[in-house]
């Protein structure tokens, strides 16, 4: 059973651009959280999608948007990307919520 | 949100039990207590989660006093590979819903 999966595993883009990173949720789970975690930081949650709408959301700019589609995978879309914005972009899916979180190994976003 | 306060780094060595301790005052009556672990470059891993007195699983125990305002991480005859972050959550349902992880306790096992 492939758990979390996440791509791509690192991206380089340029201030200003947008990208889209994309997360596959574990077999039989609904719920897809992602999370962004800057270097020597814990992960910080940037919001939830259930039934393909967004229940949660963490403290984040309207730059952040996200997608939930009808097989569960979800997307996260950043606009006009910060030098700033360059983490480990996490994405955790659970069986519901309030439930065990299973992580990805995450996509590397670096903004030169 | 309750917050949630712990050791920045420990030290031990392989074969002894090592305890984490995690501080959370202000946990409200339906939060949970739940452990991750996460190693470099990978996302956190779940370890274990409880609502108060002891819980044990294969790898870990959690212990919860009465008043549910601080919680032990127990981790039984550590080898190398427990060298990670370990980060305490409290929320509801147990889950790492809508929660900011903290900087985590950094364990790091020697030989």
């Known amino acids: 059973d492939a758990g979390v999966t996440q791509s791509p595993t690192h991206l380089i883009k340029t201030r200003g651009q947008q990208v889209t990173l994309r997360c596959s949720p574990k077999?039989?789970?609904?719920?897809v959280s992602w999370y962004q975690q800057a270097l020597g930081q814990g992960p910080q949650f940037i919001f939830q999608?259930?039934?393909?709408?967004?229940?949660q959301r963490g403290n984040f700019p309207d730059r952040f948007s996200g997608h939930q589609f009808p097989n569960y995978s979800s997307e996260l879309n950043v606009n006009a990307l910060l030098l700033g914005d360059s983490a480990l972009y996490l994405c955790?899916?659970?069986?519901?919520?309030?439930?065990?979180?299973?992580f990805g190994q995450g996509t590397r976003l670096t903004v030169v | 949100l309750a917050k949630t306060t712990q050791p920045i780094s420990m030290d031990s060595y392989e074969g002894q039990e090592v305890n984490i301790t995690c501080s959370h005052n202000?946990?409200?009556?339906?939060?949970?207590i739940t452990w991750y672990q996460q190693f470099p470059s990978q996302g956190p891993r779940f370890i274990i989660q409880?609502?108060?007195t002891k819980v044990t699983n294969e790898v870990a125990s959690l212990f919860i006093p009465a008043d549910r305002k601080s919680s032990t991480l127990s981790l039984p005859r550590v080898s190398l590979s427990d060298t990670a972050v370990y980060y305490c959550?409290?929320?509801?349902?147990?889950?790492?819903?809508?929660?900011?992880f903290g900087k985590g306790t950094h364990l790091i096992i020697q030989p």
């Open positions: 959550l409290v929320g509801v349902g147990g889950g790492a819903d809508g929660l900011t």
């Open positions: 077999s039989g789970h609904d719920t």
């Open positions: 955790a899916s659970s069986p519901g919520m309030n439930t065990e979180a299973f």
């Open positions: 999608y259930y039934e393909e709408e967004e229940r």
């Open positions: 409880g609502y108060k």
């Open positions: 202000n946990i409200a009556t339906n939060d949970y």
